[in-house]
C-alpha cells in the first residue's frame, strides 16, 4: 500500500496540475489514471512525419491566462489559427460567404437577428455571478427553460434561429431541448461572453500550441514521474477520520485527502465509503456529457486556401457541422478538422466506418471542391464511446440542475475534493479551466491541512 500526503485521481489537464502543484509544493503524491495514457479529453497524436493530430482539446485563446503560464513554464509557444480566406454558412442548400463570427450575406434580417441575439447574450451575461450562477437575479427563471425554449422565443428568423441554435447547441454537444439556459449563459460568461465562445479570431479558437495539447503535457507529466500509476481505474474511496483509502483493482493508496479530477457522470461511477452527501451524488447524476466526433481529415497540402476560404464552414443538421483548418503552424499537411455534435453525432454513431467516412468526404467535396475527395488520412476519434470521458466536450446542466445543485460543484466533501474543468468558475469547459481548477484543489487540500494543524 502506497502512503502518501495526496491521491489525485485522473490525470487530465485537471488531475495532472494538482499533482504537478502539490509535487512542486514538496508534497508527496500519487496520480492514478484509468487509462494507459495522460491527458484525458485531450490526446495528441504525433505521426511519423511530426505532423500532430490534436483528436481532443486543441484551441486556446485570449483571457485564457493559466494556460499560457503552463506553456511558458514548460517552454510550449503558440502559433495563430488560420483565419484568411471567407468563411462558409450553409443554410437551406444555400451556401453564403462572409467574414468575422456574423454570416452578414446571408440575409439582412437573419443577420439583424444574430446580432441582437449575440448583444442579447452578452447582456444576460454580464449578470451571472460567475462563482455562484444559481445567484444571478434571474437564476430561476433561466434554469427553467431550454437553450431551445429561449431560441424560440427570441429569434423570429429562421436561418438565424437554426444557426445560433448549431453554433451555441454544438459547445455542450447536445441538442438545444438539453441545455439549461442559465447553465449556457454561466458557461458563456466564464469564457468572458458570447463573443468569446463562438468567434475564432480572438476567441476561443484564437490560438494552438506548438506540437498540441501533448507538448503541454506530456512535460507535465515527466516532472510528476513515476508517481503517475497508469491503467489503474479508481474504484473506491473510503474516508474516515484520519484519511483516504484510494483502491484501483491493483493499487491501493492511502491519503490525508484525494483530489477527484475526473468528468462529473464518471465520477458517479466510483463507490464512496461514506455515501457521498445527497447533493453531490445527485450532481454526479445529472450533469451528462453530449456526443462529438472529432474528425482530421489530411491532404497533402491546406489546397482551400489558395481558393481563398478560410476552412471555416457551419451547416446547421449536416453531419460535418462545422469544418475548421487545424493545420500545424508548418503548410503542410493540409488538415481539415471536422466536428459533428449532439444527435447527429449520435447518428453517424450507428454507421461503418467506411459508410461515416463516404459521407463526410461528400460534405467536404460540396463545400470546398472536387480536391476534398481524396486526402491522404482521414482519423476520427468519437468520444462517446470513451468509457472514462463518458463524451465530450463537456458535462452539461439540464434545466433546475444549477440552481438545485450547483452549489456542490466545488464543496469539498469531508476528506474528498473536487477538480475538472466542471468545477472552474472562470473557462469552465476549456482546458484553462481545468488547469485552474487543479490549480485550486491543491490549494485547497494544501491549506486544509495547514488550517488542521495551526
Ligand atoms: C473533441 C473535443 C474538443 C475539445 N476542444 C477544446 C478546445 O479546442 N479547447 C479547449 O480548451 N478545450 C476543448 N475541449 C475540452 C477540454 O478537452 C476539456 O475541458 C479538458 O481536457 C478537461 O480536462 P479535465 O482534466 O477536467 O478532464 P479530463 O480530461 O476528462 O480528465 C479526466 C481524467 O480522469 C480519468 N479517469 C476517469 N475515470 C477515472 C477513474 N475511475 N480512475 C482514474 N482515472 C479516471 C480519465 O481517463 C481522464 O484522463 C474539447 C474536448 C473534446 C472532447
Not at 503552463?70 to 460567404?97: C, I, N, T, W
Not at 465509503?273 to 453531490?280: G, I, N, T
Amino acid at each position: 500500500m502506497a502512503d502518501v500526503e495526496y491521491c489525485v485521481v485522473g490525470a487530465g489537464f485537471a488531475g495532472l496540475t494538482a499533482a504537478l502543484r502539490l509535487k512542486q509544493a514538496g508534497r508527496s503524491v500519487v496520480l492514478l489514471e484509468a487509462r494507459d495514457r495522460v491527458g484525458g479529453r485531450t490526446f495528441t497524436e504525433v505521426r511519423a512525419d511530426g505532423t500532430w493530430i490534436d483528436r481532443g482539446g486543441a484551441w486556446i485563446g485570449p483571457g485564457q491566462d493559466r494556460i499560457y503560464a503552463l506553456m511558458d513554464e514548460f517552454g510550449v509557444p503558440s502559433y495563430q489559427q488560420h483565419v484568411d480566406g471567407a468563411a462558409m454558412m450553409l443554410v437551406d442548400g444555400k451556401q453564403y460567404r462572409y467574414s468575422g463570427t456574423i454570416p452578414w450575406t446571408m440575409s439582412p434580417w437573419a443577420a439583424m437577428n444574430l446580432g441582437a441575439a449575440m448583444l442579447e447574450l452578452g447582456h444576460m451575461c454580464k449578470a451571472i455571478p460567475l462563482d455562484a450562477p444559481w445567484e444571478a437575479k434571474e437564476a430561476e427563471k433561466w434554469d427553467r427553460v431550454s437553450l431551445a425554449q429561449w431560441l424560440h422565443s427570441n429569434i423570429a428568423s429562421k436561418p438565424a434561429h437554426e444557426l445560433l441554435g448549431t453554433a451555441i447547441a454544438g459547445c455542450y454537444t447536445s441538442a438545444a431541448s438539453e441545455v439549461s439556459m442559465l447553465f449556457v449563459l454561466y458557461q458563456m460568461a466564464s469564457g468572458g461572453g458570447p463573443g468569446f465562445v463562438l468567434g475564432v479570431k480572438d476567441g476561443a479558437q484564437d490560438a494552438r500550441p506548438v506540437g498540441g495539447m501533448g507538448a503541454i503535457y506530456r512535460p507535465m507529466a515527466t516532472e510528476i514521474g513515476d508517481s503517475i500509476h497508469l491503467s489503474q481505474p479508481v474504484r473506491d474511496i473510503q474516508q474516515d477520520a484520519d484519511g483516504v483509502t484510494v483502491r484501483s483493482d491493483e493499487l491501493t493508496v492511502r491519503a490525508r485527502r484525494a483530489i477527484v479530477a475526473v468528468p462529473l457522470a464518471i465520477a458517479g461511477q466510483i463507490r464512496y465509503e461514506p455515501m457521498l452527501p445527497v447533493d453531490r451524488s445527485f450532481l454526479h447524476q445529472r450533469m451528462p456529457s453530449g456526443s462529438i466526433f472529432k474528425i482530421a481529415v489530411l491532404y497533402d497540402e491546406p489546397f482551400w486556401r489558395d481558393d481563398g476560404l478560410s476552412g471555416q464552414s457551419a451547416a446547421p443538421g449536416s453531419p460535418a457541422t462545422i469544418t475548421i483548418d487545424a493545420g500545424t503552424n508548418s503548410v503542410r499537411p493540409g488538415v481539415m478538422c471536422v466536428i459533428t455534435e449532439g444527435p447527429i453525432a449520435r447518428q453517424i454513431g450507428q454507421l461503418e466506418e467506411g459508410e461515416r467516412r463516404k459521407l463526410i468526404l461528400g460534405e467536404l467535396v460540396e463545400r470546398f471542391g472536387d480536391k476534398a475527395r481524396s486526402p491522404v488520412d482521414y482519423i476520427e476519434q468519437n468520444w462517446s464511446v470513451e468509457r472514462y470521458s463518458g463524451g465530450g466536450m463537456l458535462s452539461h446542466a439540464p434545466t433546475g440542475v444549477l440552481t438545485q445543485f450547483g452549489r456542490a460543484l466545488r464543496e469539498p466533501c469531508g476528506r474528498i475534493h473536487w477538480a475538472g474543468t466542471e468545477s472552474s468558475a472562470v473557462m469552465c469547459g476549456w482546458v484553462d479551466g481545468a488547469i485552474r481548477s487543479g490549480e485550486r484543489a491543491a490549494s485547497e487540500v494544501m491549506e486544509h491541512d495547514t488550517a488542521t494543524v495551526a
